[in-house]
């Protein structure tokens, strides 16, 4: 398994998306590299950078800000074999969604985390 990128999240209500994007591609100096939306949650995300914005329902990003970070996997299963190995537990067993496969692990020292591992376009 290896670790692709690490994102910090930022949750906001869906209609600051476009200035908070414009806010984060001026500090990054770069545009957003992907912006999509999850119908079934009714949310949207983008990426920025080592950024990802999330923006929905207040509902929707209350369960989704458990996480204070999110790791960009090659495998999801060998993430998850990893983590549990050395004392990391899985709150959800990896679940695949439109865009790729996810799962939210309490690390050792209490933080949580998302992983993602994304699916080929």
């Known amino acids: ?7 910090v999240r930022v949750d906001i209500e869906t209609s600051e998306m476009n200035k908070t994007i414009q806010f984060y591609e001026e500090l990054y100096q770069e545009k957003c590299k992907a912006r999509f939306h999850y119908d079934d949650l009714n949310l949207e995300l983008a990426m920025i ?10 509902e929707t990003r209350k369960e989704l800000a458990i996480a204070s970070a999110t790791f960009v996997v090659n ?6 074999n990893f983590l549990e190995e050395r004392g990391a537990v899985c709150l959800t067993e990896p679940r695949q969604t ?8 309490k690390h050792p020292d209490g ?5 993602v591992q994304p699916l080929p376009h």
């Open 111 to 115: 933080s949580i985390a998302e992983y």
């Open 1 to 7: 398994m290896r670790v692709l990128d690490t994102m």
């Open 75 to 80: 495998s999801i299963q060998e993430a998850k």
């Open 98 to 105: 439109p865009g790729s496969w996810i799962m939210f692990v």
């Open 49 to 58: 950078s080592h950024v990802l914005i999330m923006a929905g329902d207040t």
